[in-house]
């Protein structure tokens, strides 16, 4: 199935806020549930760290815990 890729890879990073918290001394960090290609293609893009690695969480960069914060609001965030 051929899909947009760039509004997958939104809503995967909108997700990620969703399982984000800080890790002292080491900035946000998200669990990597996700399909490797989304990760892969999130991390290209700069937004997380490297998801190859053994553990079951991934840094966020800056940018990218700044932008799944504001997606998350937009996508599923209440309305008033």
Known sequence: MEYDKDKVDEMALALLYLTSF???????RAWKGMDWEVMN??????YIGDPKS?????HLTEEGARL????????FGLSS
């Open 41 to 46: 293609r999130l991390h290209e893009k700069g």
């Open 68 to 75: 799944s914060e504001t997606l998350f609001k937009k996508h």
């Open 54 to 58: 053994k553990a079951k969480s991934v």
């Open 22 to 28: 800080e890790e002292k001394g080491y900035g946000p």
